[in-house]
């Protein structure tokens, strides 16, 4: 767009050129008019010739003015468009920037815009990346990570942030009465709040540790009231000690406190055994205990079975028994069962036996039947999936 000035400049630049043309058409007064005849039927002629009326050449002139404005309006915006394109402009295209010059406008700066280009990379004879300079750049790596991580990040340092905001402390106002409680505007809301993994196995670890070493140390106290050393630990304890620089050497060793009695005075010979308290010919090994924090043996849970598992398995156990009597037979290391005879099947099972000894058959099926009952009777009270192969008890027939 053109400023203010430069459209001031053209406005000049115009009249300067009407009023050289106006002096090129040798511009005169107009002459006098003169009073129409009646005889005359032509009608009236403009003159013609080198005079023009001075409301008809100021509107020229304002027009001309107008034109020329808008030219080089329409010049300049595209003198501007070709600037950015250093390529295209060439002797052909810069007529309008000379006549602008010969208007005497200057011509619209244009700014040419920043080209954004990638930042030359200059490395240097060890490799290292350096600027214009010389001197050492040290590029930012970012490196790929998961959404997981990103999150964690964020959330340690939004903690970070809310412990770093200052609260409002109500106690230094004057008004503040602290027997009023001061009831929250919405309920806190209840999140999740989720454990590091091995978190409670730690704690129940350091819950066992600590109750293996009490009683470890209970069983030693109770040991040392028996032999005699809880007495002789405690007066040792009761009894001042006295503080040694580093560097000195003691009067007597706080292991030989225990045997040697009090008012003992050390000489150079060498005492009876029997001065001493509490040496024999015994000797004491200590007891050898486990380490409390070893046992690291893993603990397995039972397996329990649905009921449709549970019949499953109880289908299979039996018919494994049964294949296993049918071999027997099948070997001739038991005899084959007897068959099922009830009175309904007597004569189509027994066939001609039953025939020629009718009563004998009869009574030989109703002990059958009779052995068969006493059989399935403790069959009832046994446990839901026994049978009496697993109880052990199996009537005879």
């Avoid at 409301?55 to 309006?73: G, H, L, P, V, Y």
């Avoid at 970070?160 to 109500?170: N, R, T, V």
């Avoid at 150079?268 to 690291?296: C, M, S, W």
């Avoid at 027997?328 to 290391?333: M, P, Q, S």
Wanted: hydrophobic content about 35%; glycine content about 4%.
């Amino acid at each position: 767009m053109l400023t203010k000035l430069q459209i001031k400049q053209m406005m000049e630049a115009a009249t300067r050129q009407i009023e050289e043309r106006k002096k090129q058409l040798s511009f005169i007064s107009p002459p006098t008019p003169q009073p129409k005849t009646p005889s005359s039927s032509q009608p009236e002629r403009l003159p013609i010739g080198n005079t023009i009326q001075p409301s008809q050449a100021a509107t020229f002139m304002n027009d001309a003015i107008e034109k020329a404005r808008k030219a080089a309006e329409l010049q300049a915006r595209i003198q501007a468009q070709l600037a950015l394109k250093p390529g295209l402009i060439g002797n052909a295209n810069m007529v309008g920037l000379a006549n602008l010059h010969a208007m005497g406008i200057a011509p619209p700066k244009v700014e040419l815009k920043d080209q954004t280009k990638p930042t030359p990379l200059i490395l240097d004879e060890q490799g290292r990346t350096v600027d214009a300079t010389g001197k050492e750049i040290e590029l930012t790596h970012r490196m790929p990570t998961l959404k997981a991580n990103i999150r964690a990040v964020k959330r340690e340092q939004f903690k970070q942030q809310l412990k770093e905001k200052p609260s409002e402390d109500m106690e230094s106002n004057t008004y503040f009465d602290p027997r009023v409680s001061i009831a929250p505007s919405q309920r806190q809301r209840r999140t999740f709040k989720f454990h590091d993994k091995g978190k409670f196995e730690k704690i129940a670890q350091r819950l066992r540790t600590k109750a293996q070493l009490e009683k470890l140390q209970a069983e030693i106290s109770q040991a040392a009231r028996k032999t005699g050393i809880h007495a002789s630990t405690r007066l040792a304890l009761i009894a001042p000690k006295k503080e040694l620089k580093e560097g000195d050497i003691p009067e007597i060793e706080w292991w030989d406190s225990y045997i040697i009695p009090n008012g003992f005075d050390l000489t150079e010979q060498n005492p009876k055994r029997e001065d001493y308290f509490g040496i024999t010919n015994l000797v004491e090994h200590p007891a050898q205990l486990n380490p409390p924090v070893d046992n690291d043996t893993p603990v397995t849970l039972g397996v329990y079975l649905t009921k449709k598992e549970q019949k499953k398995l109880r289908r299979q156990t039996r018919r494994e028994a049964q294949k296993e009597l049918q071999e027997k037979v099948r070997l001739g290391l038991m005899p084959p069962p007897e068959p099922k005879v009830r009175i309904s099947n007597l004569m189509r099972v027994l066939g001609t036996e039953a025939v020629q000894d009718p009563t004998k058959v009869e009574a030989h099926v109703r002990a059958q039947m009779a052995g068969v009952a006493q059989w399935i009777e403790p069959t009832c009270e046994l446990k839901d999936g026994q049978n009496h192969f697993q109880s052990g008890h199996i009537p005879e027939l």
